[in-house]
């Protein structure tokens, strides 16, 4: 049963492909591949652990985040989801019309409503647009949101930085994501099975 899995659900490729980065990776460092044994593997982890935490220097983060200052563009604020679109648009027209609160709207409703952080680059395309024109006050929506509709009152706009982890991590996994694509296609040969 396991066998079938593995190979059904990409358990597989997914270790293999991250076994030929890895080889690649450690190749371009400078490593040999002498032979199969337990300690060349420890090797090439090694080797391809300390590619990818050298990649991601301060300069090379920075300069992701330049290449994705609208994608990685955040919004904070509440958000509160609700059924129907009429329900929706029924608390917005409160929040917008009659000055009052989300969180006084939400509690009427019986429910409260979530604090989340939205990243431009996450969103379909209507959202999007909505996030990135949003200013801070602004209640934006209703939109679709799993399986019901939502509004969100923008409390804070900010563009990527390197202070946020969230940003960071994209960042870092983007610059690792290139050099594991780059030394594998220089190093790496792939064979289908016959």
Known sequence: ???????????LLRAADRLAGDGALAVAAGERLDGADGHTFARLRDAATHARAAAATDEAIAREIGLHRLEWLSVCGDM?????EDAAREAALCVRNDGRTLTEVATELGIRPDAVTLYVGDLDTNLAS???AARE???IGPFPREGGFAVVHVERKAPPDASDPEV??????????????????????RHEPL
């Open 1 to 11: 049963m396991l066998w079938p899995e593995a190979v059904c659900s990409g358990f």
């Open 130 to 132: 909505a996030v990135a």
């Open 137 to 139: 006050g602004e209640l």
């Open 80 to 84: 509160l989801s609700v059924p129907s």
């Open 168 to 189: 960071r991590r994209r960042a870092e996994e983007r610059i690792v994501e290139r050099i594991v694509r780059r030394a594998t296609l220089d190093h790496v040969e």
